[in-house]
Structure formats: structure tokens, C-alpha cells
């Protein structure tokens, strides 16, 4: 059984490999990726990667948000929605916490409610913009606040709630985090089933008829067979995760995420962070350990998680 540690390097490498496993494969349809034996960081020759200018092994604005929210975590002790920003400002204009600097995907909210933030709204008010916006963008990048939280699982749900607000303030977002982030503290707590005691968790923490209870039921409604396609919509991303988690290794957990096609970083990340805590880090292949780039900027802050 792995311990503590390894589940925590597990979680975080996980979602950054599986982020960067994904992105050469983003926005394919299911028929035309590869075969599962040839989902590699380095896709088949014969593959059209999405951003051929991207060495493999890059991680995404998936993975740089992550570390953006867990140096903002490590820093600040709390979430600090406004420090929060600023580090995603940091990264959107100047490619901290990107490989090499570089910025190659950003989602539409993300980027409406980072211009809204620059040109002096107040954060929150500028995550709720985009009514109807009900991307992956804030789930992809929470799990770092599970790896970091030391409160209770009523405390998680909020700060999980409230780093959604900085971008994606639409509830449905909110409590997809809040799912993900109580799925997450379970599995790392090695419970027998996981997502049922998350969700049942969850319905004791949601007052019976609030939004969030209703959000829960009528859009993401948990208690549905898993089921997934791989697309965009943050609801879809979650159940896709949880769909693919019945594979047995980590690396049959993120090539299932990235055979579903679409958004193949996302659903990697997302499902590849609960498959690293599951399994923990040893479980991860060292090939794609060693062909993971930006480890200068991810190692000192795993290093001052674990401490």
C-alpha cells in the first residue's frame, strides 16, 4: 500500500502527466485517436498532434493552473481568491507556472473573466460573468487543495466552491469541484467506495431544497451508472473521470480518458489526479516520469507540500 506521501506525488504528477499525455490528442473525435497501446507523451508519427509545436511532455493551462492555486495555497494558508487571480493573470501574460514559459491554451471563461479582473473588476464579479459558461476550467486544476487542505470535509467544500469563483462562479462548476474535492479526500483517506461516501457526505452538508442540493441532484446527478464522452462541459468531465477509474492502473485509467476523445488533457488531468492518489506515485510509469518537462517548477512545491 502506498503511504501518505506517495498518494499526495501520486495526485499531483498524475493530473500533470496525464494533462501532458493529453495534449497532443486535444479536441480529436474517439474514432480518430490512437490505439491504446500507442497513446504516448510522443503520439504516433503518423498522428496529427493538435499543437505541433509543443515538445512532448508539456502540460497544459490544466496543469499551470494547479500549481498556481497550490503556490497560492502554500503562500497565502488559505484561498485567497484576489492572490489566486493575480498568480492566473501572472500566468495568462507572462507564462508562470508554464513550461518554458509558454502559454498555448486557454479557455474562453477563463480568459473573459481574467480580462474583466485586469481591467479592474472585482474578482468574484468577474468570475460570475459568462452565465451560461459551464466549462472544466476550475475542476481541472482543484486537486491541489485536497493534496494541501487540513480542514474539515464542510470546509473543503467551500474553498472548493470559492476557488471555482475566480473564473467559473456558475454553480454548476461550484459543486463539481466540491464533488470532485470530497471524491478525492476519500480516496486519498483509502475509504471502501469513494464516490459514494463523497456524495453522501455532500448531501449532508447541502441543506435539503438550497441550490447546491438542487444542483447536485437535477444537473450532475450522482447517482447515474458512470457514463462519459470526454467533452468540455464540466459535468461531462467529472462523470468521464469517474467512468474511466474502473480501470485498474494508473496507465489504464488516463489512456481510457484520452480514447474518449475531445477534451483529452482535461479529462486526463482530471481523472489522472484520482488515479495518482489511488495508486500512488510508483504506480506512475517511470517513462513518463522522466519524459515530464518542468519538473524545476513542480518539485519545489511538492517538496514544501509533503514538509
Not at 179 to 190: I, N
Request: hydrophobic letters at 40%; aromatic letters at 6%; one cysteine or more.
Amino acid at each position: 500500500m502506498p503511504t501518505q506521501s506517495e498518494r499526495i506525488a501520486g495526485g499531483l504528477l498524475g493530473l500533470l502527466i496525464g494533462d501532458a499525455l493529453g495534449v497532443p490528442y486535444e479536441f480529436t473525435a474517439p474514432e480518430n485517436i490512437p490505439a491504446l497501446s500507442a497513446i504516448e507523451l510522443e503520439p504516433p508519427s503518423s498522428f496529427s498532434r493538435t499543437y505541433p509545436n509543443v515538445p512532448p511532455g508539456t502540460w497544459s493551462d490544466d496543469g499551470a493552473q494547479a500549481l498556481c492555486l497550490l503556490d497560492s495555497l502554500l503562500t497565502c494558508g488559505r484561498v485567497d481568491p484576489d492572490d489566486l487571480a493575480q498568480r492566473f493573470l501572472k500566468w495568462y501574460n507572462q507564462g508562470y507556472m508554464a513550461v518554458d514559459g509558454h502559454v498555448f491554451d486557454v479557455g474562453n471563461q477563463t480568459i473573459r473573466a481574467l480580462k474583466a479582473i485586469q481591467l479592474g473588476m472585482p474578482v468574484l464579479a468577474a468570475g460570475a460573468l459568462g452565465k451560461e459558461a459551464k466549462g472544466n476550467g476550475s475542476l481541472m486544476r482543484v486537486l491541489p487543495l485536497v493534496l494541501w487542505h487540513p480542514g474539515s470535509d464542510a470546509q473543503l467544500v467551500a474553498d472548493a466552491q470559492l476557488q471555482s469563483c475566480v473564473t467559473h462562479g456558475q454553480l454548476t462548476c461550484q459543486v463539481c469541484c466540491a464533488v470532485y474535492c470530497l471524491w478525492a479526500r476519500r480516496v486519498l483517506q483509502v475509504v471502501p467506495d469513494p464516490w459514494e461516501d463523497a456524495i453522501a457526505t455532500l448531501r449532508e452538508i447541502y441543506p435539503a431544497g438550497s441550490p447546491e442540493a438542487i444542483e447536485l441532484e437535477e444537473a450532475i446527478r450522482p447517482d447515474d451508472p458512470p457514463h462519459g464522452t470526454g467533452t468540455g462541459y464540466v459535468v461531462d468531465c467529472l462523470h468521464s473521470a469517474r467512468l474511466v477509474m474502473r480501470e485498474a492502473s494508473y496507465e489504464q485509467v488516463v489512456k481510457a480518458a484520452i480514447a474518449l476523445g475531445h477534451d483529452t488533457d482535461t479529462t486526463a488531468c482530471v481523472a489522472g489526479g484520482i488515479a495518482g492518489l489511488r495508486e500512488g506515485v510508483a504506480a506512475i510509469p517511470d517513462r513518463w516520469l522522466s519524459q515530464l518537462r518542468g519538473r524545476d517548477l513542480v518539485d519545489p512545491l511538492l517538496a514544501k507540500l509533503l514538509q
